[in-house]
């Protein structure tokens, strides 16, 4: 049984930071990416980044570009979202991911873009930025 478990988030005002950790348990060996989502109320969760754990690579949603970063420490089966110059946009739950995501989905790097392809969720972690 795969679990997922964020924590990290809280209040901020604007321009501070907030590390998100997101520690998983059980056997993740099948997913070969993680990523966070987020949901503001009345919004569609949306992509914010993702990370392909045999590349290392990353992606990430236009709007964070440059403020955030995702990585992984794989000694602490953990994934983290270090996340820079809040703005209060990015209020919403945020949600940790993990997924054996198609080939083709990897090769066009759009994993923050297929939600539906992620097996694993979290309970997600409330992030509120105040202005």
């Known amino acids: 049984q795969v679990q997922l478990v964020e924590s990290g988030g809280g209040s901020v005002q604007a321009g501070g930071s907030l590390r998100l950790s997101c520690a998983t348990s059980g056997c993740t060996d099948s997913s070969n990416a993680m990523a966070w989502f987020r949901q503001a109320p009345g919004k569609l969760r949306e992509g914010v980044a993702a990370?392909?754990?045999?590349?290392?690579?990353?992606d990430y949603a236009d709007s964070v570009k440059g403020r955030f970063t995702i990585s992984q420490d794989n000694a602490k089966n953990t994934v983290y979202l270090q996340m820079n110059s809040l703005k209060p946009e990015d209020t919403a739950m945020y949600y940790c991911a993990a997924g054996n995501l198609p080939q083709w989905v990897v090769d066009r790097a759009i994993a923050i873009r297929v939600p539906g392809f992620y097996e694993y969720w979290g309970q997600g972690t409330q992030v509120t930025v105040s202005s």
């Open positions: 990370i392909y754990t045999g590349e290392n690579s990353t």
